[in-house]
């Protein structure tokens, strides 16, 4: 078993084992600076309206697990401290219900949260979408490249609806449609995210390393928008099954107050 094979299997606190385990390949890596997105930079909320050529698309294809995370490596994929939240998000944090987060009754994570778990995951380009296959709660998110909008505000989706788009050698992935989430913006902390939740993604490929830059908006939690950085490296480790048994998932809550 590889390094990073042991790092995910290394009991629950994944996030914890991970950091530990494969802190040689993040101190390696740590001392370049990570690239910041420049101000205003962003791109329009409107995909370009012609498909891009075959051979002007990067290959994203491949098999990629977790290398390296801003802020420290530990508090991916937010430093919440150094987050500008609304009074709404704040007065929430301070009333929060730990039993109330979906992923105890087996509910997957929703972006960001499953981007920055310590799992690996794969890439498949075909010609009119992108298919992400996480390890983390087994499921596929699909990012449409063919050009079309997102479904009316009523549509809701755990993971959001995706549309992107091929920007030079980076792949720009814009996802709305999110439902209410009281963990909705960490997994690993009690800050929601509201249904007015948008994610930019811009992710490109260096060698065998696949870089991304996240911005999250949401003007009902979020005074000012969410960044992070993460970086992978292509893998040849076997993505494993991943089951949640609802039975088990929810052990934890006994240990919770009345």
Not at 36 to 49: D, E, L, V
Not at 120 to 125: D, G, M, P, V, Y
Not at 159 to 183: M, R
Not at 184 to 199: A, E, N, W
Request: glycine share 4%; charged share 25%; hydrophobic share 40%.
């Amino acid at each position: 078993m590889n390094d990073a094979a042991a790092c995910r299997r290394d009991g629950p606190n994944r996030r914890l084992a991970l950091a530990a385990a494969c802190a040689v390949s993040a101190l390696m890596i740590a001392a370049r600076p990570a690239e910041a997105q420049p101000a205003g930079s962003a791109p329009s909320t409107s995909p370009p309206g012609d498909a891009p050529e075959a051979a002007a698309i990067p290959d994203l294809s491949g098999t990629w697990f977790p290398d390296y995370c801003i802020p420290d490596g530990q508090t991916c994929p937010f430093d919440i401290d150094a987050l500008e939240l609304t009074p709404r998000a704040i007065e929430f944090m301070s009333s929060f219900d730990e039993a109330i987060s979906p992923k105890y009754d087996c509910v997957p994570a929703t972006i960001p949260s499953i981007v920055a778990d310590p799992y690996a995951w794969q890439i498949r380009q075909r010609s009119n979408r992108v298919e992400f296959h996480y390890e983390k709660d087994d499921v596929v998110r699909v990012v449409w490249v063919d050009g079309r909008r997102h479904p009316p505000p009523g549509e809701r989706y755990v993971l959001g609806h995706s549309i992107g788009w091929y920007e030079g050698d980076t792949l720009v992935v814009e996802t709305a449609n999110f439902p209410y989430d009281p963990i909705g913006l960490d997994d690993m902390t009690p800050l929601p995210t509201s249904t007015r939740k948008t994610v930019i993604e811009r992710y490109r490929r260096e060698g065998d390393r696949l870089i991304l830059d996240m911005t999250v908006e949401d003007e009902l939690y979020l005074a000012a928008p969410a960044e992070a950085h993460f970086e992978w490296a292509l893998t040849d480790i076997e993505m494993l099954p991943y089951e949640c048994d609802l039975e088990t998932a929810r052990q934890p809550l006994r240990f919770l107050p009345d």
